[in-house]
């Protein structure tokens, strides 16, 4: 076993080659000579071969940390790194050398950093040459197009300079690296100033084009009033005809689209100011019952009607006086062909026109008057104290003026067609009559027509005849024309 022993240490001392394949014949060939050995220890032994072969295949066992394992093998280790070194030189990874203090490295980057700077500046210098042509400029495209072909000859004398292995004589390599990179900067800043140059040039046009448009659209908007007023004007002629001996003749059609328009803007009004209230926190329900108490909504969304009953009977009160009761001014019954013709130039006039400009020209006129009272009968104190916490927009009413808040904006929008209203009644002969129904009157589809549809009596009860709640939008008589007013029925179911 002593020879075994050996051959056990040579191995590990050999590197893994060809060499191994051939120890590993001469150990057989000298167990089949040798005394029978155990099995047992054989297996052993090629076991530990085995693991050892791997750990040196994987560099556990390095040349440099092994150490000889008795006097004997120092002689055969010696030969075993020799052979191992010569065997495998070749799949050796050696260190390579720092670069930092090496010539040829420090001509290399000077080399490449004057590269970038040549190309940044080839790219400015083409740039230049694009700028030039918008707007068309002989001068400044031949001057950069020459600065194009210099910067082209640059390129050249680099590659020329590093196929030669030429070291540019200018500098030293430290200052020739960081003068390449100011140049390659500098050339940058260039190229990012003709763009900026480029760009505020293209703002300016857009600039040009975009008043251009605007003036385009001015011009338009003219013309759309234009037209809007003359169609207006065709369809009043349309509805208004005369007769040969100068009498004025109105259309019941007309006047039922004007009244149309005046419910149209009740509504919105009556909307604004119930999402006012609600940001208020007031409490809708107890509002709506104190307005029109006693009173089976088929649905509680339904109370809104209420609170629009409670806009229209305040805007269109005094409408049978020819200025709504807000002066003391005696009608004119001596002339009433005149009377209609003027209350008709005040219609055409305030149609065409928008309200806020009329009461910036005269605050104080008649329509002004009509909204300042208008305006205090529906805002009373509460509401516009709980909505603003002050009571600025009524004492600015009060003194006569109009502020411009989007309340008070939201209302004259329903005060001009009120207003228009009004002024149309007044030039039919006879004169447009108002009215409204009572409470608890029976209904009847010739004098009134209900607001709310798919609605059906909550009693089933043979005879009865769904009952008027409340009056939201009143009616009118024009001749014998009758203009339904609009109630809310009481007592009913939806049937929806």
């Given at each position: 076993m002593g020879?075994?022993?050996?051959?056990?240490?040579l191995?590990?001392?050999?590197?893994?080659?060809?060499a191994?394949?051939?120890?590993l014949?001469?150990?057989?060939?000298?167990?089949?000579?040798?005394?029978?050995?155990?099995?047992?220890?054989i297996?052993?032994?090629?076991?530990?071969?085995?693991?050892v072969c791997?750990?040196r295949s994987?560099?556990?066992f390095s040349e440099?940390n092994?150490?000889?394992?008795?006097?004997?093998?120092?002689?055969?280790?010696?030969?075993?790194?020799e052979?191992?070194?010569?065997?495998?030189?070749s799949?050796?990874?050696?260190?390579?050398?720092?670069?930092?203090n090496?010539?040829?490295s420090?001509a290399?980057?000077?080399?490449i950093?004057?590269?970038?700077?040549?190309?940044?500046?080839?790219?400015?210098a083409?740039?230049?040459?694009?700028a030039?042509?918008?707007?068309?400029?002989?001068?400044?495209?031949?001057?950069a197009d020459?600065?194009?072909?210099?910067e082209?000859k640059h390129?050249?004398?680099?590659?020329h300079?590093?196929?030669?292995?030429?070291?540019?004589?200018?500098?030293?390599d430290e200052d020739?690296?960081?003068?390449a990179?100011?140049q390659?900067?500098?050339s940058?800043?260039?190229?990012?100033?003709?763009?900026?140059k480029k760009?505020?040039?293209q703002?300016?046009?857009?600039?040009?084009?975009l008043?251009?448009?605007?003036?385009?659209l001015?011009?338009?908007?003219?013309k759309?009033?234009?037209l809007?007023?003359?169609?207006?004007?065709?369809?009043?002629?349309?509805?208004?005809?005369?007769?040969?001996?100068?009498?004025?003749?109105?259309t019941p059609?007309?006047?039922?689209?004007?009244?149309q328009?005046?419910a149209?803007?009740?509504?919105?009004?009556?909307?604004?100011?119930?999402?006012?209230?609600?940001?208020?926190e007031?409490?809708?329900?107890?509002?709506?019952n104190?307005?029109e108490?006693?009173?089976?909504?088929a649905?509680?969304?339904h109370?809104?009607?209420?609170?629009?009953?409670?806009?229209?009977?305040?805007?269109?009160?005094?409408?049978?006086?020819?200025?709504?009761?807000?002066?003391?001014?005696?009608?004119?019954?001596?002339?009433?062909?005149?009377?209609?013709?003027?209350?008709?130039?005040?219609?055409q006039?305030m149609q065409s026109r928008?309200p806020?400009d009329?009461?910036?020209?005269?605050?104080?006129?008649?329509?002004?008057k009509f909204?300042?009272?208008k305006?205090?009968?529906?805002?009373?104190?509460?509401m516009?104290?709980?909505?603003f916490?002050?009571?600025?927009?009524?004492n600015h009413?009060?003194?006569?003026?109009?502020?411009r808040t989007p309340?008070?904006q939201?209302f004259?929008?329903?005060a001009?067609?009120?207003?228009?209203v009004?002024?149309?009644?007044f030039?039919f002969?006879?004169?447009?009559?108002i009215?409204?129904?009572r409470k608890?009157?029976d209904?009847?589809?010739v004098y009134?027509?209900?607001?709310v549809?798919?609605?059906a009596?909550?009693?089933?009860?043979?005879?009865?005849?769904?009952?008027?709640?409340?009056?939201?939008?009143?009616g009118?008589?024009?001749?014998k024309?009758?203009?339904?007013?609009?109630v809310y029925?009481?007592g009913?179911?939806?049937?929806?």
């Open positions: 020879c075994v022993g050996d051959f056990v240490l191995l590990l001392l050999l590197p893994c080659s060809h191994w394949v051939l120890l014949a001469s150990l057989g060939s000298w167990m089949e000579s040798s005394q029978p050995v155990k099995g047992a220890n297996t052993d032994i090629v076991h530990k071969f085995a693991r791997r750990l994987i560099g556990v440099e092994q150490r000889p394992l008795s006097e004997n093998s120092s002689e055969v280790t010696a030969v075993s790194k052979t191992d070194e010569n065997e495998n030189e799949q050796k990874v050696y260190p390579q050398p720092s670069d930092e090496n010539p040829k420090e290399l980057e000077t080399l950093s004057k590269l970038f700077a040549n190309i940044s500046a080839l790219k400015a083409y740039v230049q040459l694009q030039a042509h918008m707007p068309y400029d002989p001068e400044k495209i031949q001057m020459m600065a194009v072909i210099a082209l390129l050249s004398e680099l590659k300079s590093y196929r030669e292995k030429e070291k540019p004589p200018t500098y030293s020739s690296h960081l003068l990179e100011i390659e900067q500098q940058m800043l260039k190229t990012y100033e003709l763009m900026v760009f505020q040039a703002i300016q046009i857009r600039d040009s084009e008043e251009k448009l605007r003036e385009e001015r011009e338009a908007t003219d759309k009033g234009k809007e007023k003359t169609l207006r004007q065709k369809s009043f002629k349309d509805a208004v005809g005369y007769v040969s001996n100068g009498s004025l003749t109105l059609q007309f006047f039922i689209s004007t009244v328009v005046a149209k803007a009740a509504h919105d009004f009556t909307k604004l100011m119930i999402n006012m209230m609600k940001t208020a007031w409490d809708l329900d107890a509002a709506a104190s307005i108490p006693g009173i089976l909504y649905k509680r969304a109370k809104k009607y209420a609170f629009e009953s409670y806009v229209c009977q305040r805007m269109f009160s005094g409408f049978d006086n020819e200025n709504f009761y807000v002066t003391d001014s005696l009608p004119a019954i001596l002339d009433p062909e005149k009377q209609r013709h003027e209350f008709m130039a005040q219609f006039d928008d806020f009329v009461l910036a020209i005269a605050p104080d006129c008649l329509f002004g909204c300042h009272s305006y205090l009968q529906i805002v009373h104190p509460k516009e104290e709980s909505f916490g002050n009571l600025d927009q009524r009413a009060l003194s006569g003026g109009h502020p309340l008070y939201a004259l929008k329903l001009k067609p009120v207003w228009l009004h002024r149309l009644a030039c002969d006879p004169k447009v009559n009215f409204q129904v608890d009157t209904f009847s589809e009134m027509e209900s607001i549809k798919n609605v009596l909550a009693d089933d009860s043979v005879g009865l005849r769904p009952k008027v709640g409340f009056t939201v939008v009143p009118f008589r024009v001749g024309t009758i203009i339904q007013c609009q029925l009481t009913m179911k939806s049937i929806e």
